[in-house]
């Protein structure tokens, strides 16, 4: 099930000679309870690309966004991206899940989240 989503975040940054990975905010990533090197999906709202990587943290204070190696072939700078990750829920709990929403502004700053912003601020990854 869905985990959690960082809503139309704009891409800053491309790099084709990264190893691999999507660079994030350390702030976006606590907010979203999204740990480093955790599998995220990316679906670039601009150019209807997507595909799936990890995330990496980026800077204290810095709001870019940067795809990495062959990433940076399908993500431009400028870009819209939703980023999104996936957790296994036991049966009996499904109907409790609720994902951990991040709504960003042009500038990656947090507009708002639904009300699973308020809850742990991490969590295990997917089979975790």
Not at 60 to 76: F, K, M, Q, R, V
Request: hydrophobic residues 40%.
């Amino acid at each position: 099930m869905l985990a959690s989503k960082i809503h139309r975040a704009t891409v800053t940054g491309a790099d084709l000679e990264y190893e691999g990975s999507l660079t994030v905010p350390p702030h976006l990533l606590e907010a979203a309870g999204i740990v480093p090197y955790e599998a995220i999906h990316v679906w670039d709202v601009t150019r209807g690309s997507r595909l799936e990587t990890y995330a990496i943290e980026g800077l204290p204070n810095s709001n870019d966004i940067c795809a990495n190696g062959a990433a940076a072939h399908l993500i431009h700078p400028g870009d819209l991206v939703i980023l999104a990750t996936y957790c296994f829920v036991p049966e009996p709990e499904v109907d409790q899940h609720q994902p951990r929403l991040v709504f960003v502004d042009e500038s990656n700053q947090i507009v708002h989240g639904g009300p699973e912003l308020a809850g742990p601020q991490r969590r295990s990854p997917a089979g975790g």
